[in-house]
Every structure is written in C-alpha cells, then in structure tokens.
C-alpha cells in the first residue's frame, strides 16, 4: 500500500494543489501573452447598446462551463493527468485573455473580478474530486476497497453549483457590456 500513497491525497488537498496550479497559470498567461499593460490602449469602443436575453445567455455560458467540467472530468481516466493539464491551459487562456482585455478596453477590465474567481474555484473544485473519484476507482479495482465515492461526488455537486452561479454573474457582465454600462 506504500506505493500508493503519493496517490491517497484527500480531496482538500486535491483542490488545494488545482488551485495553486490554476493561479501559476494565470499569472503566467498575464506575463507570457505578449501584451504591453504598460498603458492601456483602450482601442475597442464599448459593444453598442442591445438587449440582452438573460435566460439564454445564462445557458450559453453554463454549457461551456459544463464541457470544461466535463473534459475535467473525463481526464481522471488518465489518473488526472488531462485534468491538470486542461486546468492549467484554461488558466494560462484566462490570464493571456485578461491581459488583452486589460491592454484593449481597460474600462471593461474590472468586471472580470465578479464572475471568474467563483468559475475558477469551481474548476479547481471538479478538478480535484474528478482526481478523487481517479484515486477511489483505482483503488477499489486494485485493492478490492469499498467504494469512498460520496466524498467525490459531493465535491462533483459543488463545483456543478458553483459553475451555475458563475454563469449568472457572467451573464450579468455580458449584459451590462451589451447595454455599455461597463464604461
């Protein structure tokens, strides 16, 4: 059982380690992006004035927030393997995106801070119970253990409520930048 036990992290520790590897690679896509921040340029004009459709907005955002999960999710079949890489480029994407919004509409920049923390959290969060529910199968087929799931599956919940609520706040965003109230 000793050769198991780099692998017998607990699902704190799990979202503890995704998280730190998650905000390497936003700094990292910040600094790397090739963007100059040493002053904003502000050469996009703000959306024009539309009317939103929050319901389907909310949906849009969700589904891609769900696929992201869901390839988290599917990368414990790796032994999250392809978990950790999917969150690192998706952080290293969020860091290189947020430096250009910062550089093209540094106005809009702000709004960022209302919805990605949570989306973030919540990807750290299936991340670390999809390498959980990883370590949980390995080990009931290696080692004939009972099943320790819920502790997986309540972490699965979680993060899919959390993506929920990250979807809404970012469809507020997207609407207040479709009405040009993020000026």
């Known amino acids: 059982m000793q050769s198991l036990s780099p692998w017998s992290l607990s699902l704190p520790t799990l979202v503890g380690l995704n998280t730190a590897?998650?905000?390497?690679?936003?700094?990292?896509?910040a600094d790397l992006g090739g963007f100059d921040r040493s002053s904003p340029g502000g050469h996009l004009d703000a959306p024009p004035y539309a009317a939103c459709a929050r319901a389907e907005t909310v949906a849009t955002i969700l589904e891609g927030n769900l696929l992201v999960g869901g390839v988290l999710l599917a990368g414990a079949v790796t032994l999250g393997g392809f978990t950790v890489l999917t969150l690192f480029v998706n952080g290293f994407m969020l860091g290189s995106g947020g430096s250009l919004l910062w550089q093209e509409m540094p106005h809009t920049a702000h709004l960022l801070w209302r919805y990605v923390p949570l989306e973030f959290a919540a990807f750290a969060i299936v991340a670390g119970a999809a390498q959980h529910l990883a370590r949980s199968v390995y080990?009931?087929?290696?080692?004939?253990?009972?099943?320790?799931?819920?502790?997986?599956?309540?972490?699965?919940?979680?993060?899919?409520?959390?993506?929920?609520?990250?979807?809404?706040?970012?469809?507020?965003?997207?609407?207040?930048?479709?009405?040009?109230?993020?000026?």
């Open 139 to 183: 080990r009931c087929l290696a080692f004939d253990e009972p099943p320790p799931f819920r502790t997986s599956l309540l972490g699965l919940a979680a993060g899919a409520t959390l993506l929920f609520a990250a979807a809404v706040l970012e469809a507020d965003v997207h609407c207040l930048l479709r009405r040009g109230a993020g000026e």
């Open 21 to 29: 590897l998650t905000t390497l690679a936003i700094c990292l896509g």
